[in-house]
Nanobody, 126 residues
Framework: QLQLVESGGGLVQPGGSLRLSCAVSGFTYATYAIGWFRQAPGKEREGVSCISASDGSTYYADSVKGRFTISRDKSKKMVYLQMNSLKPEDTAVYYC???????????????????RGQGTQVTVSS
C-alpha cells in the first residue's frame, strides 16, 4: 500500500519561505507521479505542483509559478516543495498525493491522485 507523509508546515510571515517534505513508501519508485495540493477553508482543492518520478517533468499552477519549486530525491524516496515569497493567500492545508501510473507531468487536471497524505498546515500571516 502506498503511503505518503508530509512535514514542514508552520507559521511564516509574508515574504518568508518554507520547505514541505513528502516521504513516500510502499511502492516501487518511478511508477508514480507526486503532486502537491492545497485546500483553504471554503475553497476548492487546488493542484499546486507535480513531478514525475521517472523523467522529472514538472508542472506549476499559475498562482505559484516562479515562487514554488518541486524536487525529488530518488535515493530517499522524498519529494519536496520549496515555497518562497509566501503570501497570505498561500495559507492552506497542503498535502502530497500519488498518481499511479506515472505520467509526463504537464498538468494535474483529470488525474485522481487517490493516494494522499494527511496534510500539513501552512499559515502565512504577520
Amino acid at each position: 500500500q502506498l503511503q505518503l507523509v508530509e512535514s514542514g508546515g508552520g507559521l511564516v510571515q509574508p515574504g518568508g519561505s518554507l520547505r514541505l517534505s513528502c516521504a513516500v513508501s510502499g511502492f516501487t519508485y518511478a511508477t508514480y507521479a507526486i503532486g502537491w495540493f492545497r485546500q483553504a477553508p471554503g475553497k476548492e482543492r487546488e493542484g499546486v505542483s507535480c513531478i514525475s518520478a521517472s523523467d522529472g517533468s514538472t508542472y506549476y499552477a499559475d498562482s505559484v509559478k516562479g515562487r514554488f519549486t518541486i524536487s525529488r530525491d530518488k535515493s530517499k524516496k522524498m519529494v519536496y516543495l520549496q515555497m518562497n515569497s509566501l503570501k497570505p493567500e498561500d495559507t492552506a492545508v497542503y498535502y502530497c498525493a500519488a498518481e499511479v501510473p506515472d505520467y509526463y507531468c504537464s498538468g494535474m487536471e483529470g488525474y485522481e491522485y487517490v493516494y494522499r497524505g494527511q496534510g500539513t498546515q501552512v499559515t502565512v500571516s504577520s
